[in-house]
């Protein structure tokens, strides 16, 4: 079982930064690939960044690449997404997941249906 939850959503005016928190509590937590997804009113649920917790690989969607990055902190149990250069099409409500990967072959993965636990979701509106 997995608990997660966000924190951090707010309103920026365009090319400004947010930083996006989530705290994930799990019996054990290296079990987990974690994430963060999005969804904007009309559209689909989309990955944006995931992490493996023990490894520490990444994958990003190309929307994002090069102006958000994601991390972790084991100790803390927290997970964090930092967004520069925002844009009005990244505002949606963002949230943190959480994928089994018990064994070292299973990767953190960007696609909603692999995903096996969601938060509630903290909202971000970028401003033009």
């Known amino acids: 079982q997995v608990r997660l939850a966000e924190s951090g959503g707010g309103s920026v005016q365009a090319g400004g930064s947010l930083r996006l928190s989530c705290a994930a509590s799990a019996d054990n937590p290296y079990n987990y690939c974690l994430g963060w997804f999005r969804q904007a009113p009309g559209k689909e649920r989309e990955g944006v960044a995931a992490i493996k917790v023990t490894r520490d690989s990444t994958i990003y969607a190309d929307s994002v690449k090069d102006r958000f990055s994601i991390s972790r902190d084991i100790k803390k149990n927290m997970l964090y997404l930092q967004m520069d250069s925002l844009n009005a099409e990244d505002t949606a409500m963002y949230y943190c997941?959480?994928?089994?990967?018990?064994?070292?072959?299973?990767?953190?993965?960007?696609?909603?249906?692999?995903?096996?636990?969601w938060g509630q979701g903290t909202q971000v509106t970028v401003s033009s």
């Open positions: 997941a959480a994928k089994n990967c018990w064994n070292r072959y299973q990767r953190p993965s960007v696609d909603p249906d692999d995903i096996d636990y």
